[in-house]
């Protein structure tokens, strides 16, 4: 009976739980605070008078900056620093502002930022499939002050947006933009060795311009201390992604001033002076390990560091010979130290649209600032070492050789580093290229 008692109420308790009587424990239903937080993301968008300076993190690429200004209507317009052309010529296209599991800010037409992601690395410069590793759609994250603050939806990297004054917006729209630009390639062009001093330690700031990456890096007694990050161009100033950790400070920008010295400051606006160096802070044999700041030693296609002046470029120049007269081109060759034995030359090279690689190895051992090279062993991952697609005298150069690690100066540019292999007795003679960390 009592079964049958409760069967009957159920209902009637049901029937008297109406929608409207719910506790709303924000004041609002889900479906109104959703529309609340839009409303919010897409007018702090809107609403600033002078548009945004933005940058933003790819996993592929360091860091691009732009600057958009959003209308009411789904359009926008946009800046970038991708490329001279793109930092003059202002482009429209749509955005959305739209709810999945946060409120969302979706890029959905071509643009300068789509543009990143775009599979086909002849189109922006970005590896096949992936592009720049970069994001279209980004969740919201906070508003701090005059900043709003997006995260990828893929690859999370930040979208970062700060509000810009009307004397930024109108540098941005008089070709403010690429002057800036330039301005610091043409500083770094002939300062690519630069220097930060703080409590008592040396810091090498070293700036990829072309990868937009700026880096720290110290040797003590205790090891090496190496940070990199992603860095952007805004209209007046280096942006830092993230910050550059140095020590106890995190820097957040780097400032040409009116004296055209470069001065780096930290998040709380402090400035720290920026020395030039007329060459690498450090003896490279501090840098060159397998496990260090950098392990490959290479050049990218048919053209050596320029201002070098090296026997080993009458083999280079061979080699090229050699690639013309059978239709093939050089891509790279690159000496790295694969591990703490094992050191690998690789030779990549394009025949037709394919390209091929030619590889050899070697044990080394380093002692001080010598590094000696044994146990040849060729065509370590295909027959293309032994088939003629690297000379013999180049091949010759490295078998059971002994070499000085160095930096290696440019008589006509200062705007990279490079490392070379000095054969031990003949100062004239080594192998050279870029470095960076394979």
């Not at 091929?356 to 065509?379: E, F, H, Q, R």
Request: charged share 20%; aromatic share 14%.
């Amino acid at each position: 009976m009592k079964n049958i008692l409760y069967m009957l109420i159920l209902p009637i308790l049901l029937i008297g739980c109406k929608k409207e009587d719910t506790d709303l424990t924000f004041g609002a239903t889900p479906e109104e605070r959703v529309s609340e937080i839009l409303a919010e993301v897409k007018s702090t968008l809107v609403e600033a008078p002078n548009g945004w300076i933005v940058g933003m993190g790819t996993s592929g690429k360091g860091g691009y900056g732009f600057y958009i200004s959003f209308s009411e209507d789904d359009k926008l317009k946009m800046l970038s620093d991708y490329s001279t052309a793109s930092a003059t010529a202002l482009v429209e296209s749509t955005y959305r502002v739209k709810w999945g599991s946060n409120a969302s800010l979706i890029f959905d037409t071509y643009n300068y930022l789509t543009l990143m992601q775009d599979p086909v690395p002849g189109v922006a410069g970005g590896t096949a499939a992936r592009g720049y590793q970069s994001d279209i759609e980004y969740n919201f994250d906070r508003i701090s002050g005059d900043s709003v603050i997006f995260v990828g939806k893929k690859y999370l990297n930040p979208l970062i947006l700060v509000k810009a004054t009307q004397e930024q917006q109108s540098a941005y729209l008089n070709a403010g933009y690429p002057t800036n630009i330039n301005k610091y390639r043409t500083f770094f062009s002939s300062n690519a060795f630069t220097k930060l001093a703080h409590r008592s330690k040396d810091y090498q700031i070293s700036f990829d311009i072309t990868n937009k990456k700026v880096s720290s890096t110290n040797f003590s007694d205790a090891g090496s201390v190496a940070t990199s990050a992603s860095f952007y161009f805004s209209i007046d100033a280096i942006e830092v992604i993230n910050g550059l950790i140095i020590d106890d400070i995190v820097i957040k920008r780097f400032k040409i001033n009116s004296a055209g010295n470069l001065i780096a400051y930290d998040e709380a606006n402090t400035e720290y002076p920026i020395t030039v160096e007329a060459k690498p802070i450090f003896p490279f044999e501090l840098y060159f390990k397998h496990n260090g700041v950098y392990n490959s030693i290479y050049t990218t296609g048919s053209v050596m560091p320029e201002g070098v002046v090296s026997d080993f470029n009458q083999l280079w120049a061979a080699q090229l010979a050699n690639y013309q007269l059978n239709s093939v081109s050089m891509i790279s060759m690159t000496f790295k130290l694969v591990d703490p034995r094992k050191a690998k030359l690789e030779v990549w090279f394009l025949s037709g649209t394919t390209q091929y690689l030619a590889d050899a190895s070697y044990d080394y051992v380093i002692t001080g600032n010598t590094i000696k090279l044994s146990n040849y062993i060729p065509s370590v991952s295909n027959a293309n070492w032994g088939n003629g697609w690297v000379t013999t005298a180049i091949k010759n150069y490295f078998i059971d050789a002994e070499f000085e690690l160095a930096w290696v100066e440019s008589s006509t540019s200062k705007s990279a580093m490079i490392g070379g292999l000095i054969k031990k007795g003949t100062p004239t003679s080594f192998y050279y290229g870029n470095v960076n960390k394979q």
